[in-house]
């Protein structure tokens, strides 16, 4: 919300109903709305092909070490349904907003605090390995545990802006 707010994402409703709110109020939303445990919807089946799914998983789980590119789970978390406070989960979106979303970032058009860590991991993604973590990221259920966990084992890979290290 506070990326709405401040200009770092762009959507002209959101930045507007979010521009007058203060950030003690933007944490009182968000504390209420993370209490919510509301059902997820099944995944829904994937029309990337097999190859494709490896490839993702294979990013989510595993990165790739010659590109540099640390594991989603590394920063998402290992059942990837994000950290608290500021580490969002990744299951449970459609493949379309995370292709779009990834896909902003790698453009330049979504931005988050500097260093902007998922700015810098998108732009070092092909357009295959967005679709091929989209898809995979989309086609899996969601853990008994909805809930984001609340440390990492380890630090995260690389220096986020916004996130408590």
Known sequence: MQNFRDGRRNNAAMSHLLQPL??????????YF??????YPPPVASKATVDELRH???LVLR?????????CSQCHG???TGVTPAIPGLLGLPAAYMSAQLGAWRAGQRKAQTPDCMGEMAKS????????VAAWLA?????SSSKPITALPTPLPLKCGGVPQ
């Open 139 to 143: 086609a899996q259920p969601m853990p």
């Open 78 to 80: 290992t059942p990837l």
């Open 125 to 132: 993604l092909t357009q295959a390995d967005i679709n091929a």
């Open 56 to 58: 993702g998983e294979a």
């Open 22 to 31: 203060s950030d003690s109020y933007l944490r009182e939303i968000a504390a």
């Open 63 to 71: 990165g790739d070490a010659a590109r540099k590119l640390p594991a």
């Open 34 to 39: 993370s209490a919510l445990d509301l059902p």
